[in-house]
């Protein structure tokens, strides 16, 4: 497990001790867990239930960053793969539908990888192109309409229970060791992060830079097509529209939250899906604190903010700012 | 770069979509319908002129929309509710989304972090901020509001050039020139070539990126100012997304986006074809909006593919010489 959780992850746990703490004080009855049906309730349960799609999405994202790239389609593809489960769930049995939702979300994995590792283009263009396409293609699928549907295999999905755990906790529990195990129980995180670190030296080392970055990106798919799946299962139905929309833009910022460097060159998965925690337990607080949900937005820019602040090679102590200041300004 | 420059080709597929279009509906071939695509598109068209040149500088700039929604509801509000001469309101708000992208601009080149998510940050600020003075649509009944909505020039033909329309063909025009015919403009160009270069140079990097994102934030002000007047409202959720478009517009316009190189005008014409097959999505009727997001991404990609095939083009007699364009 060291290699999963490194030393560095200190300050993420700390910050959500402290966010768990306010929101303690604002709601009184926030730790309380109770048993019921055979599935654990509280705001606890609540916020790791929320989480799920953001942790998903930034499972696959943390390994993207990590190749120095980015995918901003995640949240288009939530919709795609949300849109192909719900028009299939009624009349196909569950591994149809899971089997078509992942695959579709593959394909657009393979399509991003395929502009950027074989085409050379710059990520954030590469990836804009099905960000700005991909819900039309979600629109199309569902015909504009929002295709609702009640196969009970699908809303188990999203709604059922294993152990006590929400169905999607599970998955997403299933799915970070999955990936651990798979990058970290092998060379592979090392390679992937060799390709961030500096493409052209791997390249030269042996590394196979091409496949490495096609993968990442087609496991980012296809984690972005898992959480479009569940978050379709949640709501009963497939909005085209508003399924995963911004979502991208949360999965970076846990991905920054955790750590990782926009750069590349290093990433850790568990600190990752700590940051995708870290952001619903703060949307939870202001929730359960009665702010008005907008005001997430507020708390998000400052918080990246800071960390970026943090995070950037240039911040060591108001000295330096000045000193930079004085050199730019002459 | 030689052969086809791509000002060209976004020219020549604007040209050849219109005459496609004109043929299958003849009535698109009229003054009306170009004075309507410029009213409809003006927004776009100054917010897309301030983002040309962010892009060429090497940069991006993702909360132009949320300035967009951010100025709607201030305007709205300063006007309506706090009983502020609307020309004061313009002024101030045009004065704040100018300090905003200064400060946006100020901590990229500062703390040297990617434009992509400062600005990100950005974007969520604004959003939220908007959000924060109100979530309801504002109705503005100023009577500036209905003389700038009723005045527009007769063009032959019936159409109705707008007065929205008239600033933006100002600002775009404006912004040619700064871009093409001034010392700020060739600095913008340097920096998107290579910033340890244009710094090598002389080009004193810090003001200018603070002073790119200053235009960038001024111009979705601006935009913001002119979008209140075509929906007559401030709404915290307006235009939502328009970073995208205006993105997607200065690509198809043939600037590089990995900076550098690019125009105003192509911009503009990339704005056009994107308010073209929006037209021609309204005439034929049986076809819905989510066509325009898809053709959209096919154009961004073919823009994109030949962008691609040109920089290779160019560089391969000079492979060993050209560093990486960082």
């Known amino acids: 497990m060291t290699a999963l959780l490194p030393r560095r992850g200190l300050a993420q746990i700390l910050a959500l001790i402290v966010i768990l703490a306010v929101d303690r004080v604002v709601s009184p009855q926030f730790f309380d867990l ?87 283009m710059q990520p954030i263009v590469a990836t804009l192109i099905l960000m700005v396409a991909g819900r039309g293609i979600a629109q199309l699928i569902t015909e504009g309409r929002i295709v609702t549907f009640s196969s009970p295999d699908l809303v188990w999905l999203g709604n059922g229970a294993i152990l006590g755990l929400p169905v999607p906790v599970a998955i997403a ?84 939250i955790g750590g990782t460097s926009l750069f590349g060159g290093r990433f850790s998965l568990v600190l990752a899906v700590l940051g995708a925690l870290i952001i619903q337990t703060m949307n939870t607080g202001i929730l359960l604190s009665g702010y008005p949900p907008e005001f997430n937005l507020l708390v998000k820019a400052v918080v990246v903010l800071a960390v970026l602040l943090l995070q950037s090679p240039k911040f060591s102590g108001l000295a330096g700012i000045a000193a930079r200041l004085r050199r730019t300004k002459a | 770069m030689k052969g086809l420059p791509p000002v060209l ?52 700039d993702l909360s132009v929309g949320s300035v967009i929604g951010f100025t709607t509801v201030f305007v709205a509000l300063a006007i309506e509710r706090w009983g502020v001469p609307p020309l004061v309101a313009f002024v101030a708000i045009l004065a704040l989304s100018a300090a905003f992208g200064a400060a946006m601009g100020a901590v990229i080149h500062v703390f040297d972090l990617p434009p992509f998510i400062v600005t990100l940050a950005g974007m969520f600020l604004a959003r939220g901020a908007s959000f924060l003075l109100s ?35 100002v600002i775009v025009v404006g912004g040619a020139l700064l871009l093409h015919l001034t010392r700020f403009g060739a600095n913008v160009y340097a920096l998107g070539g290579s910033r340890t270069t244009a710094s090598l140079m002389g080009v004193a990097v810090g003001k200018m990126t603070v002073k790119i994102y200053m235009l ?30 205006t993105i997607a517009a200065v690509v198809i316009g043939g600037t590089l986006l990995t900076g550098g190189q690019g125009s105003v005008i192509g911009t503009f014409l990339g704005v056009l074809i994107q308010g073209l097959i929006q037209t021609y999505i309204n005439f034929d009727g049986t076809l819905s909006s989510w066509w325009t997001k898809i053709a959209t991404g096919v154009l961004l990609f073919a823009f994109i593919a030949l962008q691609q095939g040109l920089v290779a083009l160019a560089r391969r007699p000079v492979a060993k010489s050209a560093g990486a364009a960082t």
């Open chain 2, 216 to 245: 960038s934030s001024l111009l979705a002000g601006i935009a913001g100012i002119v979008f209140s007047f075509y929906t007559s409202a401030g709404y915290s959720l307006s235009a939502v997304g328009v970073e995208l478009d």
């Open chain 2, 9 to 60: 080709i976004t020219a020549i597929v604007l040209v050849a979509g219109f005459a496609l279009c004109a043929m299958q509906f003849p009535n698109i071939a009229s003054t009306r319908v170009v004075g309507n695509l410029l009213t409809d598109n003006a927004f776009l068209g100054i917010v897309a002129t301030g983002m040309t040149f962010v892009i060429i500088s090497g940069g991006i």
């Open chain 1, 34 to 120: 109770r048993l019921q049906d055979g599935r654990l309730f509280g705001s606890l349960i609540d916020v790791l239930n929320r989480g799920t799609p953001v942790a998903l999405l930034s499972l696959g994202m943390v390994l993207v960053i990590a190749t120095r790239g980015i995918d901003l389609s995640v949240g288009a593809i939530m919709a795609i793969s949300g849109a192909i489960a719900a028009s299939l769930a009624d009349s196909h049995g569950l591994p149809v539908v899971l089997a078509a939702a992942l695959g579709a979300g593959l394909v657009c994995g393979l399509w991003n990888g395929f502009l950027v590792a074989v085409l050379g």
């Open chain 2, 135 to 169: 979530t309801e649509s504002v109705p503005i009944t100023a009577p500036v509001y209905s003389t700038v909505s009723d005045f527009a020039l007769r063009m032959p033909g019936g159409g109705r050039l707008t007065a929205i329309a008239i600033i933006m063909l």
């Open chain 1, 173 to 256: 529990l299933g799915m970070l060791i999955l990936t651990g195990a798979v990058v970290r129980g092998s060379a592979l995180g090392l390679l992937i992060e060799a390709t961030g670190g500096n493409a052209r030296a791997s390249e030269l080392a042996g590394v196979g830079t091409r496949a490495m970055i096609l993968s990442v990106y087609v496991w980012c798919g296809v984690c972005a097509a898992l959480a479009g799946v569940i978050a379709a299962a949640d709501i009963m139905g497939a909005d085209a529209n508003n399924a995963g929309l911004w979502l991208e833009l949360d999965a970076i910022l846990a991905v920054v």
